[in-house]
């Protein structure tokens, strides 16, 4: 088994990515799941979303189909997270349950993702869960037709995690979720190491695809007839860097795929330290890049953010707010917060919650802090009781809400373009998002399932708008 040390990640060194192609199921693995039914269990982000689609299509084109849910499917894979302590519990209550079928039932479980890139995971999963068969890491997905086929013939446990991290494999399967939104990777892993997260170390070290793979794909979606692409990355902005001599970078790359013609752009997530001038010429002069911008401050105090290791200040970060608001019209721009990070004091605490106030975020995912094994972070007292975080979640949060519905209601009697990408939960409406990620309700026959529309806004609540169709 090749596990990975968390701690040695850091002190890698640059090794050559190697960019393998024309990934292929070797025919004698093709029926494999004949006859079998498959469910995939993602948690977390839209990294796992994008992965997942890769893993269903792998295991489709082994003879398998999908299950409606766990207790009719004869595998269960689950694409975990590992960025919180309660993702990891999720995880884990989920095996429970399994297990607890697989008593009564033939039943093959399995595990990928960024947990199994844990070692004390893949440890506990060896000593006190023998009954998952098969863990593969974030590094490997493309090695599941061969793990498959050794559970099954052999019928013991495989764990196979690579460390190794150099690696860009092209030309997987893919099963999109949607028809008319798709995921479009531009790099994987990152360099970051903010001192509280796991990912550089699951993800392993940043790998941008090359520039040609990525206008391809998105050439293909628009030839597919999709409407918009999120390009996907833990920090977008520095597209290219981790390429020596390429001199092409993310302002070159989203004036590029632009150029495809696609309807709509977005990307998610930009780091504050690599947003340059050049991005934000490209975001205002071309209309099929969304004004939308997730960029994550994690704290307004330059206190905890040189603990967290940010790389800038809250001056810097506030400076780069500014230009975004004066040179993007209608800009959406959202976060990411902790709260209860080690040492964080009141004090602390308000420098957040007055950034909140001075940026007036559309919206903000806001999370307690939670240390993960491994990680510089972990090794600071987890000294904020609690108590505190949640008292100091709640009132971020009602703060955050403040915000979200204030601009919500700017949107009030307007009429905004719509992505009807999918059907609402309530009877005779679609749902779909607006050029700012808005989520909007409307009252719609089924056959506008796809197109970008019209919609006046009809109402406003905090997390969503209700509108119907503008002619
Ligand atoms: N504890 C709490 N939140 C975390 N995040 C990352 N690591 C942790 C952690 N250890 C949050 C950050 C990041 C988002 C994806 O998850 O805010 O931007
Ligand atoms: Fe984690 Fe920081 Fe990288 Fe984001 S930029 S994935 S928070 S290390």
Known sequence: MKTPNLVDARKRTCSKVDIIRNFKIDESLKNIGKNKKYVVKTYGCQMNERDSENICAILEEMGFTKGLDIEDADLVLLNTCAIRENAHNKVFGMLGRLKHIKESRPLLIGLCGCMAQEEVVVSEIMSRHKYVDFVFGTHNIHELPNILKRVIDNNKQEIEVWSKEGDIVEDIPIKRES????????????????????VPYTRGKQRSRLKEDIIKEVEELVKEGYKEVTLLGQNVNAYGK???????????????????????????????????????SVIRDNPNVLPYIHLPVQSGSNRILKLMGRKYTRESYLELVHKLKMNIPNICLTTDIIVGFPNETDEDFNDTLSIVKECEYDSAYTFIYSPRVGTPASKMEDNISLEIKEKRLQELNDLVNYYSRKSNEKLENKVVSVLLDSKSEKEGMLSGYTTTNKLVNVKADISLLGKIVNVKITSVKTWSLDGEIYE
């Open 242 to 280: 981790d390429i020596e001599g390429y001199n092409y970078n993310m302002a070159n790359l989203l004036s590029d795929v632009a150029k495809t013609g696609i309807e709509r752009i977005k990307f998610v997530t930009s780091h504050p330290w690599d947003f340059t001038d050049d991005m934000i």
């Open 179 to 198: 028809k008319f939104k798709a995921w479009v990777n531009i790099m994987y892993g990152c360099d970051k190491f903010c001192t509280y997260c796991i």
